[in-house]
């Protein structure tokens, strides 16, 4: 069993999102539990699990340091580039990811990995009482809640994990969060949501600046998250602010001192939209289980 401690989202080391990387070998079988101590030991806000089922196959499990999720968006990237090291991939290969949020095709690239994810869905918008309980989790004032320039209001949407994204008006406002992380956990599980993700389109660099937070989940806050920024990239789209078939690039993470960089794109299949979410990564620390 190998395991490898991979920095998502980055070119750099100590920048981005870490996740843990474990690859099964020669049929190897370990039980969830193992998964989940392991997991736990390891302390990245994910670690997966990497069992080759085939030469274009793939099965991936993903454990917080306190519960199994169905699909984590840098733990894929981070598992895909381990993949690609150990020769299992090549740019150019598409290839499938088996999760529990389904069946998802990643595509290899020279410089990056992109993950496609689930099937959008757009869920609730939150009413007024929702946004008093959101200003007062934040601990900013409803007032900051929406865009300047857009008719912005949180909602909740998936591509595999069903977030609330939250619009705030400014950069200022997005890097003043103090957050309450036990009233943020509320929130997220009456909304059944993974987390609270918090953006602003004042950004000059980038179509979006963001700020995810997952405590129900044991991430306080994460540097970069795949599958939020899928979201994201949807709830944009619904709402008239990206296009089809562009690739735009998402920051997170500034405000940890881990600036990370997410790609994303919106190409029409036959299927109807997907969205796709990618970006580099760069691999830190290599090593095998010890019996």
């Known amino acids: 069993m190998k395991i490898f401690i991979v920095d998502a989202f980055t070119e750099k080391p100590f920048s981005g999102n870490p996740a843990g990387v474990v690859v099964l070998e ?20 994910e670690t997966a699990f990497i069992e080759v ?36 991939v090549k740019a150019g290969d598409v290839v499938t990811m088996h999760s529990l949020a389904g069946k998802l095709p990643i595509y ?54 069903w977030d609330i994204l939250v619009p705030v008006k400014s950069r200022e406002t997005l890097f003043s969060i103090n957050p309450d ?32 937070f997952a405590p129900l989940y044991g ?7 795949g599958t939020a920024n899928g979201a994201l990239t949807y709830y ?6 990206i296009d089809l078939e562009k690739t735009y690039l998402i920051h997170q993470g500034e405000s940890m001192k881990r600036p990370s960089k997410i790609y994303v794109k919106l190409p029409k299949k036959e299927e109807g939209i997907r969205v796709l979410v990618g970006g580099p990564a760069r691999i830190l620390i290599s090593g095998n289980w010890s019996d």
């Open 219 to 225: 991430i306080n806050e994460e540097a970069a998250t």
């Open 26 to 45: 020669n049929g190897e079988k370990i039980d969830e539990t193992f998964m989940q101590n392991l997991a736990a030991e390891l302390k990245h806000s």
């Open 181 to 212: 992380y036990q009233a943020i956990s509320q929130i997220t599980k009456e909304k059944n949501a993974v987390s609270l993700h918090v953006f602003t389109l004042e950004e000059k660099k980038a179509i979006a600046n963001c700020r995810d």
């Open 108 to 161: 290899i690239e020279e410089d990056k990995i992109m993950m496609e994810q689930a099937a959008p869905q757009a869920g609730e918008k939150l009413n007024e009482d929702d946004l008093s309980k959101l200003a007062k989790a934040l601990n900013i004032s409803v007032e900051e809640i929406g865009d300047k320039n857009y008719d912005l209001v949180p909602q909740l949407v998936s591509t595999g994990l």
């Open 53 to 88: 089922v085939g030469e274009k196959d793939f099965k991936v499990r993903f454990f917080t340091p306190t519960s199994e999720v169905d699909l984590c968006g840098h733990a894929t990237i981070a598992s895909f580039t381990v993949l690609k090291r150990l020769g299992f």
């Open 236 to 241: 944009l789209y619904l709402n008239k602010v």
